[in-house]
C-alpha cells in the first residue's frame, strides 16, 4: 500500500513507519506538522527542527504545514494536509505512532475515513515495556527531549534510551504512574539513528529551557553524519 507518514522524528511515529516499510508498504511521504502551540493536543513541538535532518536521514520527501495548534480547529488543518498530500502523492493511506490516545486515534481515523484512506497504527494497544526493549534491541537511537512528570527531572534531557537506563526508566514509571511510552505527553523524543537511516543525526548543542513543569531541549547546532 502507498503511504503517508505523520512524522514528528519521535519514537513512535519513526518505528511506525519502519514497521510499515518492513511489512512492504511504501511510504511516499513524510508529513510534519508544525504547532504554534507548545501545548497541542495532537502534534509533537519539541525537536521539531531537528526533523528536516531526520527526514534527510531515513531518505523520504518531507512536507510540512502549519497550525496554531487550536484545539479542535488543527483537526481542519490536519484534514487540509493530507487532502493535498492524496492529491499530491496519491496515497492511498496514511501511517501514524498512536499507541494508547483514542483522542488521537478516533480523530485521526475519522479524517483519514472522510478522505477515503486507510488508518494504519503498528503499535495501537501494544505491550510498551516490550516495544520499549525492542527499540533499543533493533537498534534505534532514541533521545529524551522534554520532560514533563514527576520522576523524569532535567538530567534526563538529551539522554539516549540504552539498554542500561530502560530498566531505570520502567521503575520510575511504576513508581511514579506515568506512561513509559510517554503517550500522555510525559516526555517527548527524537530518534537520531535507526535501521532504516542512511545517515545519522548528531546534535552538536543545546540549551534546556522550562515552561513551567515542563523541561525542554533547544537545539541550537546539529547535522548529519556518515554512518561507518
Known sequence: MKLGALFTGGKDSTYSIYSSISKGDTVSCLMNMISENADSYMFHTVGSNLVGLQAEAIGIPLERFYTKGKKEEELTDLKEFIHRMKDKYGIEGVVS??????????????????????????????????????????????????????????????????????????????????????????AETAVLDGPMFKKRVVIRGFEVENDGPKHYMKVTAAELEDKR
Request: aromatic share 8%; no cysteine.
Open 97 to 186: 505512532g498512536a499507541i494508547a490516545s483514542e483522542y488521537q486515534l478516533n480523530r485521526i481515523g475519522g479524517i483519514l475515513g472522510s478522505l477515503g484512506l486507510v488508518s494504519v497504527t503498528p503499535l495501537w494497544r501494544t505491550d510498551v515495556e516490550e516495544y520499549m526493549r525492542r527499540l533499543v534491541s533493533e537498534g534505534f537511537k532514541v533521545v529524551i527531549v522534554s520532560v514533563s512528570a514527576d520522576g523524569l527531572d532535567e538530567s534526563w534531557l538529551g539522554k539516549e534510551i540504552t539498554e542500561g537506563n530502560l530498566n531505570e526508566l520502567i521503575a520510575l514509571s511504576r513508581k511514579h504512574r506515568f506512561h513509559l511510552g510517554f503517550e500522555g505527553g510525559e
